[in-house]
């Protein structure tokens, strides 16, 4: 990409308020945002889970207690530890433990297979994790093969006090029987490891922008996973971002948002659990988000100013009984990212809560924010918003040249919040950063008049059909409008004249809809060659643990020429 002037047409449409540029040097670290809001929060609560809650004091206390054991284990100043979690009271702990420490974090997904848990901890070169019981017979059939020396396991109870914790772990391990066997030899109880801590002094860090926080990995849905570097400074850029775009908006030590996105995943890592940090937030962690009605009975028990999401979770509380009896009173911001927000569910959403339902764009390269509606959006409008302050993004061909208003390309962006590159893997980086700091996403987009944009999809996502680009994305968008439908994903199926044809993947919410009945209504929303040239019911659709429908999955099973 050549060098170029940056249209800045969008700054007119900023919030009243927000600046275009940040203050970076405000904070040093992410360590800098964690340790002043304990200061100034000392007494509020930080985290709630399973009804059990820590306030500031008490997790600058627990997190200190940890940082201080691992490095006494003689882990220094950049080397890497592993968080094998769900949302529990030990996640937070043990991630700004390490960060205190001067360590570097990993995030593991607690559902990888062995092999992927073998390779991440293998690339990261990890030597040290913490784990939940649950999973840790996985862990064990790889440990041998890896870098790994010093193991943290617990259990999910073990952080909530007597009796509450000790129950849960007991109807985990003996009635449910969701604790596999495992044997891990040298491995150490979390909480021995805090108690052990607590007796020792936790020596500065003096972490710096260019100093890496996380290893946060992605690309695993679609081939090798790999480490994006995220620094002190990407992060705290991407909180600055976060919270200039929230503005006044903010009630500083009163906020209290639902987490029920993975805080392993880099959505909820930055927006739920580091921006909510530096507001003196009260995190509500959702351990099990699939278990909604008991999701939704968390909900009517919490009065919660903000709840972050992707569109499956959204669509699944809509359609869960009881849901729309919570109280939305002090509801005042909804986010929604990591996938398309479909405009049914932003609708349905509106309609029940009275909040508008936000779209955001990013990935983890980018800490992740990148673009965002603003926030006082009366109704959904399609868009993943304006770029964030001291952030540029610009639509190019295949050519690297910028791209005319209105017509699709890819969507590039730049911004202080943009990852240092891909661990250990320098030719990946340059395939998708350039010297000028660009950052390629991969993603179809295109730009309106006011500067809004717009995605259109995954490159590797389109369908061609007869030299004609379709985008699954609208056509799922158009499918999910049907009253009968509750998810859809889109893909290509092979075709020997028109190259490729749309299936369409249906999850029915009413068992009277049939093929032609949907083909119908596709066929007066979509022009002819993106109508669905098969449909087929099916139970579920394959998902990521965060909720995203995984396409290339979809493929795999679906992608016969056959209708259901």
Not at 446 to 463: H, L, Q, T, W
Request: aromatic residues 8%.
């Amino acid at each position: 990409m050549t060098e170029h002037a940056i249209e800045k047409c969008w700054l007119d449409q900023y919030p009243a308020g927000v600046p275009s540029e940040i203050d970076l040097s405000e904070f040093s670290s992410v360590v800098d945002i964690f340790d002043q809001s304990c200061e100034r929060f000392a007494d509020k609560e930080a985290y709630v889970n399973f009804g059990k809650s820590i306030t500031y004091r008490e997790l600058e206390q627990q997190s200190r207690a940890f940082g201080a054991y691992l490095q006494s284990l003689g882990l220094e100043r950049g080397d890497r530890v592993a968080i094998m979690l769900p949302n529990l009271l030990q996640y937070p702990i043990a991630l700004f433990g390490i960060l205190r420490a001067g360590l570097v974090v990993v995030n593991t997904n607690p559902l990888y297979t062995a092999r992927e848990l073998k390779h991440q901890l293998n690339d990261s070169g990890a030597k040290a994790i913490i784990v939940l019981e649950n999973f840790a017979h996985t862990l064990q059939s790889v440990i041998g093969d890896s870098p790994v020396e010093h193991v943290f396991v617990t259990g999910v109870g073990d952080m909530l006090g007597f009796p509450k914790g000790s129950l849960i772990n007991f109807v985990l391990r003996h009635v449910k029987k969701e604790v596999p066997a495992f044997s891990i030899d040298g491995s150490m109880r979390f909480s021995a490891a805090l108690s052990a801590g607590a007796s020792k002094s936790l020596e500065s860090s003096d972490m710096g922008h260019d100093d890496i926080a996380f290893l946060q990995y992605t690309g695993g849905t679609t081939g090798v996973s790999k480490g994006a570097m995220l620094t002190h400074g990407n992060i705290v850029a991407n909180v600055q971002q976060s919270a200039a775009w929230l503005g006044n908006n903010i009630d500083y030590g009163q906020e209290v948002i639902i987490t029920a996105l993975p805080l392993y995943h880099i959505f909820a890592l930055t927006a739920n659990c580091l921006v909510f940090i530096k507001f003196g937030g009260r995190n509500v962690l959702i351990t099990n988000p699939r278990d909604m009605p008991g999701f939704v009975k968390t909900l009517k028990g919490t009065r919660f100013t903000a709840i972050t999401g992707v569109n499956t979770l959204f669509n699944g509380l809509l359609n869960t009984a009881g849901f729309d009896e919570v109280d939305f009173s002090n509801l005042r911001f909804t986010l929604g990212g990591g996938m398309a927000v479909q405009r049914a569910v932003a609708e349905k959403w509106k309609e029940v809560t009275g909040v508008t339902l936000v779209e955001a764009y990013g990935l983890t390269e980018t800490s992740p924010a990148a673009c965002i509606n603003p926030m006082d959006l009366k109704d959904y409008n399609g868009a993943i918003g304006l770029p964030i302050p001291s952030t540029e993004c610009r639509v190019v061909d295949g050519e690297g040249n910028d791209v005319a208003v209105g017509e699709p390309g890819e969507l590039c962006i730049r911004g202080p919040q943009v990852m240092k590159g891909y661990w250990q893997r320098p030719e990946e980086t340059a395939k998708v950063m350039d010297s000028d700091g660009w950052l390629k996403t991969g993603d179809m987009a295109a730009r309106d008049e006011k500067g809004y944009f717009f995605i259109v999809d995954r490159k590797k996502d389109m369908i061609l059909v007869s030299g004609f680009n379709v985008y699954p994305n609208e056509i799922e968008d158009v499918i999910a409008a049907h009253p009968k439908v509750l998810e859809v994903g889109a893909i290509g199926v092979e075709d020997a004249k028109s190259g490729e044809l749309v299936k369409a993947v249906v999850v029915r919410k009413d068992d009277s809809l049939t093929v032609d009945e949907l083909r119908a209504h596709c066929k007066e929303e979509l022009t002819g060659y993106k109508v669905p040239r098969y449909i087929e019911f099916v139970d579920e659709l394959p998902k990521t643990n965060v909720g995203k429908i995984l396409r290339r999955e979809l493929r795999d099973q679906f992608g016969e020429a056959k209708s259901s």
